[in-house]
Antibody, heavy 121, light 113 residues
Framework: EGQLLESGGGLVQSGGSLRVSCVAS????????MTWLRQAPGKGLEWVSG????????YYADSVKGRFTIFRDNSKNTLFLQMNSLRAEDTAEYYC??????????????WGRGTLVTVSS | DIVMTQSPDSLPVSLGERATINCKSS????????????LAWYQRKPGQPPKLLIY???TRESGVPDRFSGSGSGTDFTLTISSLQAEDVAVYYC?????????FGQGTRLEIK
């Protein structure tokens, strides 16, 4: 079935940078598109960014475009989200999720438990 | 952006009774690639990550009990639990994937009456 384990969250000052990671196991990582979602305290789930299985196609929410970069290392079964110019409104639990196909279908059949990013102003 | 609105926010149901959760999209989510509605349902239990229940509005994910079913078309969709079990207590979310940005409903908290 597989497992996703996020890490790298923490406290960072507004304007700072942080990189969160997600290590995948139990499935062929390169055969699946991956996505980052987030949920701010007391708010709903928000799509942040997606990437195809090869890494050749990436997608971003308008709220993070130009500040966040999604990438993957298929040799290490790891997904990354590089977050720059962080703002208080980026404070959230960040979830790594797996798409059932190589291209981004858009629904998610495996979720990680999340890593908390807190941006202090 | 497509707005997904769930109702009700909270739903008390007796064990063994039917539970029905509604989800309305602000525009059609019919996917041109296969003429199916791009809608998924997830179950989230306390302390656990969400679990996929239904995709393409009515296709049950492998391993999901058949008491869970999805239906609907156009802009109105429904998740039905035919006979509520104690382990079904959770928050349920709908999500469209018709186009980016993907968006989720606000969630419906299902509880035992």
């Amino acid at each position: 079935e597989g497992q996703l384990l996020e890490s790298g969250g923490g406290l960072v000052q507004s304007g700072g940078s942080l990189r969160v990671s997600c290590v995948a196991s139990g499935f062929t990582f390169s055969s699946h598109a991956m996505t980052w979602l987030r949920q701010a305290p007391g708010k709903g789930l928000e799509w942040v960014s997606g990437i195809s299985g090869s890494g050749g196609s990436t997608y971003y929410a308008d709220s993070v475009k130009g500040r966040f970069t999604i990438f993957r290392d298929n040799s290490k079964n790891t997904l990354f989200l590089q977050m720059n110019s962080l703002r208080a409104e980026d404070t959230a639990e960040y979830y790594c999720v797996k798409d059932p196909t190589t291209v981004t279908t858009g629904y998610f059949d495996l979720w990680g438990r999340g890593t908390l990013v807190t941006v202090s102003s | 952006d497509i707005v997904m609105t769930q109702s009700p926010d909270s739903l008390p149901v007796s064990l063994g009774e039917r539970a029905t959760i509604n989800c309305k999209s602000s525009q059609t989510i019919l996917h041109s690639s296969n003429n199916k509605n791009a809608l998924a349902w997830y179950q989230r239990k306390p302390g656990q990550p969400p679990k996929l229940l239904i995709y393409w509005a009515s296709t049950r994910e492998s391993g999901v009990p058949d008491r869970f079913s999805g239906s609907g078309s156009g802009t109105d969709f429904t998740l039905t639990i035919s006979s509520l079990q104690a382990e079904d207590v959770a928050v349920y979310y709908c999500q469209h994937y018709h186009s980016n940005p993907i968006t989720f409903g606000q969630g419906t908290r299902l509880e035992i009456k």
